[in-house]
């Protein structure tokens, strides 16, 4: 596999750099990019010692630095030693400047500030810890989304990116012989979302939970039959409550959690 050294540059956490970027080594197939986060970069001092390793490990670099001088500075190094530097936000800005008519502020880490948006994050991140797996369902009815599936179905981590978003997500699991909180049914205000996966993929996947936590017993949990007849049950119900059902067998959690938000603002502009 061909690898090369990617040095990511950026004057605030790096997020939005690594984002991008891996988006674009996704691009080409066989390929591996070895990272090299160079985060809070703002001085020149801090830059110089960037440019010593870029120098000592030559690859491609990318930024995200809004400081222009800063900027100027890196492509000359780059230029220097002969390495691609491939700026990321600058068409973004420039464009949006020239739409608003208005000149960009240049202040690193400015999607970072802790303002109203922030502090929402912050509290779904909470609500989604305390109500994962079927927790403190008395305060349910405060979730902005609710995900119901059988087990391993990709429900938590489902709902920690939608939380990410701002948005308050618990998650319901359904467990054989056992019913689904009443709470759950009398949800007015939050959109319900049904997961399923193929049971397959269910069985590998609950074998492979097993074999990390220590047991590779043969119990129902993995079991063909008591698998296939739980994803059966679980559909069952989903049409029955008339909720949106999402099959996240060849999906990621990113995907899963897209498909999600586009129902929730359907469900929003629908009134």
């Not at 120098?55 to 190094?77: K, R, S, Y």
């Not at 303002?115 to 609500?127: F, H, K, L, P, S």
């Not at 995900?147 to 997500?169: D, E, I, M, W």
Request: hydrophobic share 45%; charged share 20%; glycine share 6%.
């Amino acid at each position: 596999m061909p690898s090369f050294h990617l040095h990511l540059v950026s004057d605030a956490t790096g997020e939005t750099c690594i984002t991008i970027a891996r988006a674009a080594v996704a691009q080409f197939q066989g390929v591996d990019a070895v990272e090299h986060l160079w985060s809070l970069v703002r001085t020149e001092s801090q830059l110089q010692r960037v440019l010593a390793h870029v120098e000592a490990e030559p690859g491609v670099v990318m930024f995200t630095l809004v400081d222009p001088q800063i900027q100027a500075l890196l492509h000359e190094g780059c230029r220097r030693v002969d390495v691609p530097c491939i700026p990321l936000l600058d068409t973004a800005i420039s464009a949006l400047s020239a739409f608003l008519g208005i000149e960009s502020r240049n202040q690193p880490g400015s999607q970072h500030v802790m303002d109203e948006a922030y502090v929402t994050r912050i509290e779904a991140m909470n609500y989604a810890l305390a109500h994962d797996d079927g927790h403190s369902q008395a305060t349910l009815r405060e979730a902005d989304i609710v995900l119901v599936g059988v087990s391993r179905t990709s429900k938590t981590p489902t709902c920690f990116y939608l939380a990410n978003r701002g948005l308050k997500a618990a998650n319901v699991p359904m467990v054989p012989g056992c019913p689904l909180p009443p709470e759950l049914a009398a949800l007015n205000d939050a959109l319900v979302v049904g997961l399923t996966c193929d049971a397959q993929q269910l069985i590998d996947v609950r074998r492979s939970r097993m074999r990390m936590i220590g047991d590779i017993g043969e119990t129902a949990y993995v079991d063909p039959v008591e698998v296939e007849q739980e994803v059966r049950q679980a559909r069952r119900l989903f049409t029955e409550a008339a909720w949106p059902v999402i099959d996240v067998t060849h999906r990621s959690i990113e995907e899963t959690a897209a498909a999600i938000l586009q129902l929730h603002d359907r469900r929003a502009l629908s009134g």
